[in-house]
């Protein structure tokens, strides 16, 4: 009886996951002329297969087993499940000689009733071996999955993000180690930091310092203010440096509730 209310949660889920997954991925090719909904990497790794099915299939089949091992190991889905997997494989179905993008990964309703297929099948497929698999090698998986997941978010995710930086220019490079390097400090990982600096740097070099890379330079320079401030940075810096905590600033945080006391 378990298994069958696993089941139709699943199809439920992964119906609306595929859905957004998949019709949001084709609608990124469209910007700026309407909205999507993805991140930067699926864009350019669908890009990267350029509508060959087995590119495109061959990709999410890597992204799978990972997703699959951590689903049956600590129970939870990767974001590669909505990122990678289910984008890559809702162009697959489409994608055949002769088509052109245009008629299959950039077109929103196929993509969406693909991704909603797609959606269905793994999450299904997810929730289900992970319910079947007993608690016992479930708790060997997480001793061996989370050291691993914590090495791949730190640090070699940075890492990969950083050497992309440093070759896409040297503007690009010196604000994406700078931005990096605050973002490590204040929120413990460097890619938002050094993601925000390739766009910085990336649109400095192509339009200069207009009116858009200006608003967004003082905007992540806001950004970096408010997380330190809410995450009790200053606070920490200033005693580590051994300077002492100014009232106001201690009581400006007490206000707020933001970090330290």
Known sequence: MSFIIILIKSIIIGGFVGFGAGVGAARMFHAPTVQGMGSFR????????????????????GFFFNAWASAVGAGTFTQDVSHRIIPNWSATVWSRKGKSVEETLHNPKKMAISGTVIGIIIVSF???????????????????????ANLLI????PVIFWLAALDAGKRTGV????????????????????VLGILIGKGVDENGWSKLTLTLFISVIILFVLSGFFRGFDLTLLQQFRLGTPQWLQLLHNLFGAGGK
């Open 154 to 157: 730190n640090p070699v995710m």
């Open 175 to 194: 604000y994406g180690t700078v931005f990096g390097g605050l973002a490590h400090l204040i929120m413990g990982n460097a890619v938002p930091g050094i």
């Open 42 to 61: 699926t864009l350019g790794e669908l890009n990267a297969c350029a509508g060959d099915a087995a590119s495109h299939f061959s990709f999410g089949l």
């Open 126 to 148: 997810l929730n289900l071996t992970s319910a079947a698999i007993p608690d016992s090698l479930q708790a060997i998986a997480v001793k061996v999955l989370v050291p691993a």
